[in-house]
């Protein structure tokens, strides 16, 4: 069972902090991995993407993975109350010579002004 | 959501009764997906299709068939509807397989 683990929160961090998601996955053979953001009652939207070891900073998003681990994480800086929505993070895994994308369940952050 | 609609937005329907969702795409992106969302399930993968005429199952394929005849259009038909079958239903499309899915709005279908 390939899986992507998720605290499902939720996350409260002030406005103006940094807020820390995580996300875990079972599969080493994993190569792309995702965060998207959903907004209640909305579609999910991509913001982040990350293929190598390391850190890959958009903006005020760092992503963060860690093959090894098989950990990924997202950091958002100068949280803003706009940031409060579900986290959605995503992985591609192997099976039967295919791959497919799996989601975790998601984190709800939410940012308190 | 620019570039890609699902239809309808909602529907309320009966057991036993056949469904047909579609997506339409502007893009002419050759892959196209269907997931469901459930709370305590999140996004789970229905089908995909990587081109017209082709198409694969993901996790939850039971009950659900596909049909892609153009590469605007991605149907998604349940044959006769079930209760488990409530959720709210996303397209998606990509230009690379798995890369960087865009969803559209979504469909939240009742099956009472």
């Known amino acids: 069972q390939k899986e992507v683990e998720q605290n499902s929160g939720p996350l409260s961090v002030p406005e103006g902090a940094i807020a820390s998601l995580n996300c875990t996955y079972s599969d080493r053979g994993s190569q792309s991995f995702f965060w998207y953001r959903q907004y209640s009652g909305k579609s999910p939207e991509l913001i982040m993407s990350i293929y190598s070891n390391g850190d890959k900073e958009d903006g005020r998003f760092t992503a963060q993975l860690n093959k090894a681990s098989q950990y990924v994480s997202l950091l958002i800086r100068d949280s803003q109350p706009s940031d409060s929505a579900t986290y959605l993070c995503?992985?591609?895994?192997?099976?039967?010579?295919?791959?497919?994308?799996?989601f975790g369940k998601g984190t709800k952050l939410s940012v308190i002004p | 959501d620019a570039g890609i609609t699902q239809s309808p937005r909602h529907k309320v329907t009966e057991t036993g009764t056949p469904v047909t969702l579609r997506c339409h795409q502007t893009e002419n992106h050759r892959y196209m997906y269907w997931y469901r969302q459930d709370p305590g399930h999140g996004l789970r993968l229905i089908h995909y299709?990587?081109?017209?005429?082709?198409?694969d199952k993901g996790e939850v394929s039971d009950g659900y068939s596909v049909s892609r005849s153009k590469t605007e259009d991605f149907l998604l038909t349940l044959e006769s509807a079930t209760s488990s079958q409530t959720s709210v239903y996303f397209c998606a499309i990509s230009e690379l397989i798995w890369e960087k899915l865009f969803f559209g709005s979504g469909t939240q279908l009742s099956v009472l």
């Open positions: 995503a992985a591609t895994y192997s099976g039967a010579g295919s791959y497919q994308l799996t």
């Open positions: 299709s990587y081109g017209v005429k082709d198409t």
